[in-house]
């Protein structure tokens, strides 16, 4: 994928909090999807068809794997360095 050079006409910020999650669904009879709820928002990630995936969607999904990797890094080493301990 290139780096997109526009800018995006519309941004929506989903803040992450107590009640926020994430769930991957397979399907045996279309593509996965992938879930980001936010309470009273939820995200639905799919593929661009419902019964096919593409050399796009797996170059997607793997830049997606990829950034949530590097946030979750980021979020955790901000977190410790505040002085938070993780839960057991």
């Given at each position: 994928?290139?780096?997109?050079?526009?800018?995006?006409s519309s941004v929506?910020?989903?803040?992450?909090?107590?009640g926020?999650?994430?769930?991957?669904h397979k399907y045996p009879a279309r593509t996965p999807i992938l879930i980001?709820?936010?309470?009273?928002t939820s995200?639905?990630?799919a593929t661009s068809?419902?019964?096919?995936?593409?050399p796009e969607d797996v170059e997607?999904?793997?830049q997606l794997a990829r950034e949530a990797r590097l946030f979750a890094e980021s979020v955790t080493r901000?977190?410790?360095?505040?002085?938070?301990?993780?839960a057991a």
């Open positions: 994928m290139s780096r997109r050079r526009n800018r995006p929506i910020s989903l803040n992450t909090g107590s926020a999650r994430a769930a991957h980001l709820d936010f309470g009273a995200l639905l990630l068809a419902s019964d096919l995936v593409t997607f999904a793997c901000k977190y410790h360095q505040a002085g938070g301990e993780m």
